[in-house]
């Protein structure tokens, strides 16, 4: 049993990741197929950017739509995958101790030869193999799709925009599976993390015309994940460090919680 935590965890939501993942890529294939036409309309789209109100181009992190790297900024890897790998990520972050301890299925799973620090560190490491998954779908939709659709971005920043997505949505899951395996409930999880990545998705784009309030982009994953442009810079160690140290950290955070609390079984 002490083995099969990791792999019967990722078994058990085989479904949800096919689906995840299949929207993903649904996702990131339709908004990348329409980069052909907003180049053509490049003028137009140049004219629209500067009939905008003043700072808010700069607040929503968009450099330009009328470039490829600007215009997937600006869709794909600013706002729609980000969100839904967060949603997932929240979901099953919830769903790995707080969610199985309220239907009462960590009864049995404790039962066996199992620790639950050993628990917690293997239901984090196949979160993080499942959000991988999605998160390297749409490196790869954009890779093969490329050539089809003019977008011309090297592989390696591809590669980096497509890991700072995932470590944003492995922060939020770590937040939804730390919190929960400290209450063992899960709509506080689930609300503790959603909250979060709002305040953090508002503290990385709108904060930024309020001075006061600036502060919010440096608690926020999305700032350390997107920030650096990897679109147009590639990787960047440090930043890239942080989320993922992160979600390190609230992990632990999750393991020590679980194991000293009474849990509802």
Known sequence: MRSSVFTRFLRDNLRALVGWTVGVAAVTALYGSFWPSMSEAGDAMDAYVESLPEG?????????????????????????????????????????IAGDEEAGALELLMAHPVTRVGVVLQRAAASA???AVPGLTVFGTLALLGPAIDVDIPLDRLLAASTGVTLIAL???????????????????????????????????????????????????????????????????????????????????????????????
């Open 56 to 96: 808010f181009m700069e607040s929503m992190g968009w450099t330009s739509l009328s470039t490829v790297d600007g215009y997937l900024n600006a869709t794909v890897f600013g706002l729609l995958v980000p969100v839904l790998l967060v949603i997932a990520a929240v979901s099953l972050g919830s769903r790995a």
């Open 129 to 131: 193999v499942f959000l």
């Open 171 to 265: 922060v939020h899951g770590a937040v939804a599976l730390a919190v929960g395996a400290a209450t063992g409930r899960r709509a506080v999880a689930l609300g503790a993390a959603a909250v979060l990545a709002v305040v953090g998705y508002l503290g990385n784009t709108f904060a930024r015309q309020v001075e006061e309030l600036e502060w919010l982009r440096f608690g926020s994953a999305f700032h350390y994940a997107m920030a650096p442009d990897p679109l147009v810079n590639g990787f960047d160690a440090g930043a890239t460090a942080v989320p993922a140290a992160a979600a390190a950290v609230l992990t632990a955070i999750a393991a020590a919680a679980f194991d000293r609390r009474d849990i509802g079984v």
